[in-house]
């Protein structure tokens, strides 16, 4: 969230693509997505299914 925050006040202000990539740490690409989306990115955490102990059987 504060990377998007970031890059939309840096590209309000007229900076560059480019310049922005490099200052936020992050590639051309990802600005431009961000640029594009309106509502900040939003992470899910995966649910992951363990191998190791699998579930005891009915």
Do not use: C, H
């Not at 900076?15 to 936020?24: E, G, Q």
């Not at 899910?44 to 699998?54: F, G, I, N, S, V």
Request: charged share 35%; aromatic share 10%.
């Amino acid at each position: 969230m504060y990377k998007w925050q970031r890059i939309k006040a840096l590209y309000a202000q007229g900076v560059s693509i480019r310049k922005i990539a490099k200052t936020v740490g992050v590639s051309r690409n990802t600005v431009r997505k961000y640029l594009r989306d309106v509502n900040p990115p939003e992470f899910k955490a995966r649910k992951y299914e363990k191998q190791l102990d699998p579930p005891p059987p009915d």
